[in-house]
């Protein structure tokens, strides 16, 4: 059944979790926020896929293989907040990072900030960027309640690790990269702001 009614009256539960709380809750919009970014990198996954896009010059790597490893991490964060002992391993930060690396050398360096929208990928990389930076923030407030909670002995929160912090910045540089990425291979040029 794809309902229980449990959650009528506004309130939800976690993973593992006999306590209750509200579905307007820091718990609640974490998990929510990471949800909507897992969907949207499904429409991102599924269209890059649609034209086999590449990262690099050489080599097969495929972006659509590279947006499902971060879904895939999206749901070991999302089991972490929701009270599992789940925790993004540092090896998925390096492997992160060592793709920022090897995009940014396909790629003419940054030297301003880009208005969104060089291409339809571009634009949607960017939005997932976005997304990330919300789930990021979201988070954050989970591991602020969560300490606030403790100092009033309340043992209802999780705690978020380090490397879920640093896996969500990490990720949102990855895609702001990819956003860059798939403009310049389709040979547009991104615009900076004017400022005026």
Do not use: W
């Not at 208005?115 to 997932?128: N, V």
Request: hydrophobic residues 40%.
């Amino acid at each position: 059944m794809l309902y229980t009614r449990k959650g009528d009256d506004g309130k939800t539960g976690a993973y593992d979790c006999d306590q209750r709380f509200s579905k307007s809750s820091a718990i609640a919009e974490a998990l929510g926020s990471l949800d909507e970014t897992n969907s949207f990198l499904g429409i991102v996954k599924a269209k890059l896929a649609e034209r086999n896009f590449t990262l690099f010059s050489v080599g097969p790597e495929r972006a659509a293989d590279i947006i499902q490893e971060m879904q895939e991490n999206i749901f070991i964060i999302q089991a972490e907040v929701a009270g599992a002992k789940k925790v993004v391993g540092e090896e998925k930060i390096r492997e992160v990072e060592d793709l920022i690396a090897g995009i940014e050398k396909e790629i003419p360096p940054i030297t301003t900030f880009t208005i969104p929208g060089a291409s339809i990928e571009s634009a949607e990389l960017d939005f997932a960027r976005t997304l990330v930076r919300q789930a990021e923030r979201r988070v954050v407030a989970v591991s602020e309640e969560s300490h606030s909670a403790e100092a009033s002995r309340d043992k209802g929160f999780p705690k978020i690790s380090a490397n879920s912090f640093a896996y969500l910045n990490r990720l949102s540089s990855l895609l702001f990269a990819l956003a860059r990425l798939s403009a310049y291979k389709s040979g547009i040029n991104e615009q900076s702001p004017s400022y005026k």
